[in-house]
């Protein structure tokens, strides 16, 4: 169960304090308060979108992140191009890839429904997309200013990235293969059969078995992002009890 506590107070001058995104399993809830912190910011985007942060650290992240004045959909294409995919559905781990993510229905395949596709305006930036998508940063931001269950189109296509993004000394292109062979060397297999009688076929894959290629990629954003040792910590081991005690499987 994801949970935040905003307040906010009546006064000329807008004050909001708010928690993080607090994640418990149901034995846990009498302690949910146990070590609450507030921390007072003025961050919404959208006019809409407050930023459940809890700390300081939390907001020198986002005060970094959001110092970048391009976004992602600046890589993006109004025509057939490299495809980047992503699962809209998300609870621990978001699920990004430069290909398309195995489907069938009836012995044939197409894209899932529940994956959106990009098209981009070069391989190299679909595989960037794909690993800025697939980060525990990525999954950070789109903590603090969603539903914690659907990844919108427009939280990816506003992501902020360094105008550096191709400039980093390891090759992005190279990052998302890895990460891209990971996820799938450790997907599982699926097939179910519906009420309406068709065969789906799918993989379902697990993010927590492939952090290690995720924290690899995880490091590579740091530096382009400017993140201290402090701050890449804290993005490394995000939520990391609920996200690694959990399969992070979906299909």
Known sequence: MPV???????SP?????TTNIRRFYADEKADFLAGISYCYHRIIIDNHRIGKFGDRTEIRIYDKVSSFKICLGTLALNAEGVTL???????????????????????KESVPSHWRSVPMMSREAAA????????????WYYSAFSDCEHINDKLVRRFPIPLIWNKSKHNWITLCEDLMDSLDTNSKKKQVSTKQGHIIEYNEISGSSSKEKIDIIEKELAKIY????????????YDIKY???STG???
Do not use: H
Request: glycine share 4%; charged share 20%.
């Open 243 to 245: 996200r690694m005690g």
């Open 226 to 237: 400017g993140l201290s040792a402090t701050e890449l910590d804290f993005i490394v081991n």
């Open 128 to 139: 960037f997309a794909a690993c800025v998508l697939n980060s525990s940063l990525f999954y």
């Open 85 to 107: 995919y992503y699962q809209e559905a998300c609870r621990y781990w978001a699920k990004a890839a430069d290909r398309r993510p195995y489907f069938r229905k009836n012995g």
């Open 249 to 251: 499987t979906e299909p």
């Open 13 to 17: 001058k807008q004050q909001l304090f």
């Open 4 to 10: 935040s506590i905003l307040l906010s107070t009546p």
